[in-house]
């Protein structure tokens, strides 16, 4: 029976290990707690995610893992965002397939991304890097490309993320920066980059990697809130759309994915690529060497012939002959809830899945607060408190479906209102892709 090690699963919702526990692969997990040690106060829902049970051994640092000679793991995969660097590391060190580590910061930090993008060649984003506090003065000077973004060097989730429109907002935005503060992917904020923003809709594409070959796994389109009108957390995405791959604009982003994920060194496993398409044709925003996160993938499940999941066991534990590029089955989408004020969830967990189960297109939903929890409004998707999945057939009964979710969300955690319009101009949005 083949194992696996996965490096800090701390996200997806146990969907990696479910998965391949039922494809029969036994799999152990290594967890940094000296890092989860310094991670600011989680509430209870949060702290039990992570199932100890449904995995055969767990590790909790490098040094109580098995040595190079026992043969315990055919694969090392990240878990994570936070399991990435951990996770190449450990594949060299077992001699098992993977990421250069010599080349780990091309995939982790987004400035190097970028330069990585321009010495191959390809449409990157230019970026000016603040090492440090001192640095913000002469930067200030020198910058004058607006509108423009300021982003943590290593964050995901929209984590430190601000939009600046002129001078004197970039201004409050680096006097607000939290330097020096440890992130939600395990890393100190001690350098940021200020990026000119790239104008147009957002996409992206998942791959799996075997070999230095790409199969793709689905194309995305991402409805964020600025689209929507929806203040104060511009870079939100709101609506995930999932789209055939056979379309001409998703032909391509995966062309220029590929070359994309070649540039950043990316031979195997899980590649997670967000891009813009401007006007110029595509461009990476940033990219990751793990899955797609939250509950994305199992929904990949029900919507893709050869879905995510299916590929990276292929990729590792199956023939690489059977990988091939996924088909759309249905159209699916992932709403996440965009609480506009502060507020008590006062929704227990039994009802909300009752009333979920009476959507014939829903399928999973993650909920990160329990009932009595407080919760803030939404300014990246670490403090979404909750998205859902949906998929079908019928479109009528998808729509449907959204529609009803978004209502109770506004009801019960302060969400977001839309007008008989909006709904009718974010459907046109999807079936324009899906008609094309």
């Known amino acids: 029976m083949p194992s696996c090690l996965i490096a800090n699963p701390v996200s997806n919702a146990n969907i990696l290990v479910r998965y391949l526990k039922e494809r029969g692969v036994d799999c152990y997990a290594i967890i940094e707690l000296d890092k989860v040690a310094r991670i600011p106060k989680l509430n209870a829902k949060k702290k039990g995610e992570f199932q100890a049970e449904l995995y055969k051994g767990i590790f909790t640092s490098e040094d109580q893992l098995p040595p190079v ?105 680096l006097d607000n920066a939290s330097w020096d503060t440890f992130s939600a992917t395990w890393t100190v904020n001690d350098h940021f980059l200020i990026q000119p923003m790239i104008q147009g809709p957002e996409y992206v594409v998942d791959m799996v990697a075997c070999a230095g070959k790409y199969v793709v796994s689905s194309v995305c389109r991402y409805v964020r809130s600025d689209e929507l009108d929806i203040a104060g957390c511009d870079f939100v995405k709101k609506f995930t759309f999932m789209l055939p791959l056979d379309r001409p604009v998703c032909q391509a982003l995966s062309d220029y994915a590929k070359r994309a994920a070649n540039a950043l060194d990316i031979t195997y496993g899980a590649v997670h690529m967000e891009l813009v398409m401007g006007e110029d044709g595509p461009v990476m925003i940033e990219a990751a060497a793990r899955m797609h996160g939250t509950i ?136 324009e892709y899906l008609a094309s």
């Open 296 to 431: 994305t993938p199992q929904l990949f499940v029900d919507c893709y012939d050869a879905s995510l999941l299916e590929q990276l066991y292929e990729a590792y534990f199956g023939d690489a002959e059977n990988m091939r590029d996924a088909v759309l089955k249905a159209p699916a989408i992932v709403s996440d809830v965009i609480c506009v004020e502060s507020g008590v969830y006062s929704t227990s967990e039994p009802l909300l899945e009752q009333c979920l189960a009476l959507l014939s297109s829903f399928k999973g939903y993650v909920c990160v607060i329990s009932e009595g929890d407080e919760y803030g409004p939404t300014h990246n998707l670490i403090s979404s408190p909750m998205n859902a999945s949906f998929c079908d057939t019928d479109a009528d009964r998808l729509w449907a479906d959204v529609t009803a979710f978004d209502q109770a969300a506004e009801h019960l955690l302060g969400g977001i209102v839309f007008s008989e319009e909006d709904w009718g101009s974010i459907r046109r949005t999807y079936d």
């Open 69 to 173: 000679g026992s043969g315990l793991f055919d694969a090392v995969l990240a878990g994570s965002e936070n399991g990435v660097f951990l996770a190449e590391k450990l594949a060299a060190h077992y001699s098992l397939p993977g990421n250069d580590p010599a080349t780990s910061f091309r995939r982790r930090h987004k400035d190097q991304m970028q330069h990585s993008l321009a010495q191959a060649g390809l449409a990157f984003i230019p970026t000016l890097v603040l090492n440090g506090r001192e640095s913000v003065g002469p930067a200030i000077a020198e910058w004058d490309h607006y509108p423009c973004v300021l982003k943590p060097q290593s964050s995901a989730g929209g984590e430190g993320v601000q939009r600046c429109n002129n001078h004197t907002e970039l201004q409050q935005a």
